[in-house]
C-alpha cells in the first residue's frame, strides 16, 4: 500500500530546518507522496526513518540497467499502468536474436544487417536496442566464439540466452559490456545468480508462470537484486496475462517480487503475426522484447508503436522553432510558415520535397501545437508570426516579399499582412495540397 503524506510525515524530524529544500517538513512530506522528492534529500533523516521508508517509497519497478556507454539500456522504474495517469519512462527495448550455428561470413553478414536496423521517424532516430545472441548450437565453445564476434561487431547491447556451461564461457568474455544474461531457472539459480554476481551484470530470472515465478525471484533476489523477469510462458494469451497481473500486483499492491522489469520472447513464426505479438508485449508491459524479425521493414511498424506509447502525453512532439531549407533553395523559392508540431513540420517538409519545389519552411515556435490548436491558443496568429519571421532573418534570403500560411488559419492573414508589411498567400488546408498548390504558383522552380 503506498504511503500518504502524513504516514511519511510521521517519520521525519519535524524541525522545519529547510535543508531539503522544502519549507516544511510536512511540505517534504507531501513532495515524497507524490513521487517529487526522495528521503536523500532530507540529511537529518534517523536511521529508523530510512528504513521505515526506504523500501516504502522505493519506485515500484527497480531500475536495471543492460550494456555500457552508448550503448547503455535503462529498465523499470514505472510508476503507472496507464500512460495518461503520468508517462512511462523507459520504452521496451527490441532485442533481435542472433544464433551462434552462425560463424564466419554468415555470422559478419547477419551482425551488419542487424546494424542496420536504424531508421528516422518525424526527425528521430528510432533503433532496435540488444542483439540476442543464442546457444542453438548446443555447444559452449562455440556459444563463446559467436558471443565474442558479435560483442566486437554488434552495435547493441548484448543478451546472452544459453544453459550454465555455455553462459560460463562466454560471460567473463564479454562482462566489461555488461550482457544481460538469460536465465537462471529453478533448476541452475545457484550457478546463474553467481555468474551474474562475479561479473556484475544483470540477470534473467525465468520460472514458470505468477506463483513459480514469484517464489523463485524471492530467492534470487536474497542475494542479488540486478534481475529480470521471464514467465517463461509458450503462448501469448498466457504470457499477456501474466505480465498485465504482475504489473498491477507490483504497483498497487507494491507485490516485491514482481517489482522488476519483464522480458517476453514471441513465440510466433511467421513475420506478421510475430510483430502483432511483440506489439502486446511493448503495450503491456514488457521491458524487453525478444524476436527473431529482422527486416526493416518488419521492425518499423513495431518500433513506431513504442515510439508512440512511450512519448509523454504531456509534452507534444516538437521541432526546433527555425528555418528549414528544404532542397536546393534559391532567393525566388516560396516561404512556407507552419507550426513546430511535429507532425504537422514533417508533414509540410513531406510535401514540399514531393512537389520538387524547393523552399523554405519556418517554423514557428507553438509549443509543438498544431496548426488549429495553436491557432485557438493565440500561439499561431498574426503578431507572433509576424514577430517570429522577422527575427528569423528569412525575407533577406528571398527577393519577394511573401509568404505562405496554411489554409486553415486563412481569418488571419489580413491582419498577419498589416502585422508583417509582406503578402499573406492563403495555401492549402492540408499539407498534401502543397504539390498542386507549388506547381501552379511556382512552374519556373520545378526541378
Ligand atoms: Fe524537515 Fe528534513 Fe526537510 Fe529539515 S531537511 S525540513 S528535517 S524534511
Known amino acids: 500500500m503506498a504511503l ?21 517538513c510536512l511540505a517534504f512530506a507531501m513532495a515524497m507522496a507524490n513521487g517529487k522528492a526522495s528521503l536523500d534529500m532530507c540529511p537529518h533523516a534517523s536511521e529508523a526513518a530510512k528504513e521505515f521508508l526506504g523500501s516504502a517509497t522505493a519506485p515500484p519497478v527497480r531500475t536495471v540497467k543492460v550494456g555500457v556507454g552508448e550503448q547503455e539500456i535503462v529498465m523499470g522504474d514505472e510508476t503507472v499502468l496507464f500512460r495518461h495517469d503520468k508517462t512511462f519512462y523507459h520504452p521496451t527495448a527490441i532485442a533481435v536474436q542472433i544464433s551462434d550455428t ?40 562455440t556459444f563463446k566464439a559467436a558471443v565474442e564476434a558479435v560483442a566486437a561487431k554488434a552495435n ?9 556451461a555455455a553462459l560460463e564461457a562466454a560471460v567473463p568474455a564479454v562482462a566489461a559490456k555488461k550482457p544481460l544474461i538469460h536465465a537462471a531457472t529453478a533448476e541452475n539459480w545457484e550457478k546463474v545468480v553467481a555468474l551474474a554476481k562475479a561479473n556484475n551484470c544483470p540477470v534473467v530470472v525465468k520460472g514458470n508462470g ?41 504497483i498497487k499492491k507494491k507485490f516485491r517480487p514482481f517489482g522488476y522489469p519483464m522480458l517476453a520472447c514471441t513465440q510466433a513464426t511467421e513475420a506478421r503475426e510475430e510483430i502483432l505479438e511483440a506489439a502486446t508485449y511493448v503495450a503491456k508491459y514488457a521491458s524487453i522484447v525478444c524476436l527473431k524479425a529482422d527486416e526493416k521493414a518488419q521492425l518499423l511498424p513495431l518500433m513506431a508503436w513504442r515510439m508512440n506509447i512511450y512519448t509523454d502525453p504531456q509534452k507534444p512532439m516538437a521541432v526546433e ?16 510558415v507552419c507550426t513546430n508540431f511535429a507532425l504537422t513540420y514533417f508533414a509540410v517538409e513531406g510535401e514540399v520535397v514531393g512537389s520538387k519545389i524547393p523552399g523554405y519552411i519556418v517554423a514557428v515556435d507553438t509549443d509543438g501545437s498544431s496548426v488549429l490548436t495553436a491557432w485557438a491558443a493565440g500561439k499561431f496568429v498574426a503578431e507572433p508570426i509576424a514577430e517570429f519571421v522577422e527575427k528569423t532573418g528569412i525575407m533577406g534570403k528571398v527577393n519577394h516579399k511573401s509568404i505562405v500560411i496554411p489554409g486553415y488559419v486563412a481569418i488571419i492573414s489580413g491582419k498577419l499582412k498589416e502585422k508583417s508589411g509582406l503578402d499573406v498567400i492563403v495555401g492549402p488546408q492540408e499539407a498534401a495540397g502543397i504539390p498542386a498548390f507549388a506547381k501552379a504558383r511556382y512552374p519556373q522552380l520545378m526541378k
Not at 115 to 128: C, E, H, P, T
Not at 321 to 336: L, Q, R, S, T
Request: net charge negative; glycine share 8%; hydrophobic share 45%.
Open 210 to 250: 505468477l506463483d513459480d515465478t514469484a517464489a523463485l525471484v524471492e530467492k534470487v533476489a536474497a542475494q542479488y537484486k540486478e534481475l529480470v523477469i521471464d514467465f517463461g510462458n509458450t503462448s501469448q494469451s498466457k504470457t499477456l496475462g501474466e505480465m498485465v497481473n504482475a504489473r498491477r500486483l507490483a
Open 321 to 336: 522553432a527555425k528555418v528549414y531549407e528544404i532542397g536546393d533553395v534559391g532567393p525566388d523559392c516560396p516561404v512556407y
Open 156 to 164: 547493441f547491447a548484448l543478451l546472452l540466452v544459453g544453459d550454465v
Open 102 to 141: 552462425l560463424s564466419g561470413a554468415e555470422l559478419d553478414a547477419k551482425i551488419a544487417k542487424v546494424n542496420g536496423l536504424v531508421m528516422d521517424r518525424v526527425g528521430q532516430k528510432i533503433a532496435i536496442d540488444l542483439v540476442a545472441v543464442t546457444n542453438c548450437s548446443g555447444n559452449a565453445a
Open 4 to 24: 500518504t503524506g502524513l504516514d511519511i510525515f510521521k517519520q521525519l524530524p519535524k524541525t522545519n530546518c529547510k535543508d531539503c529544500g522544502s519549507p516544511t
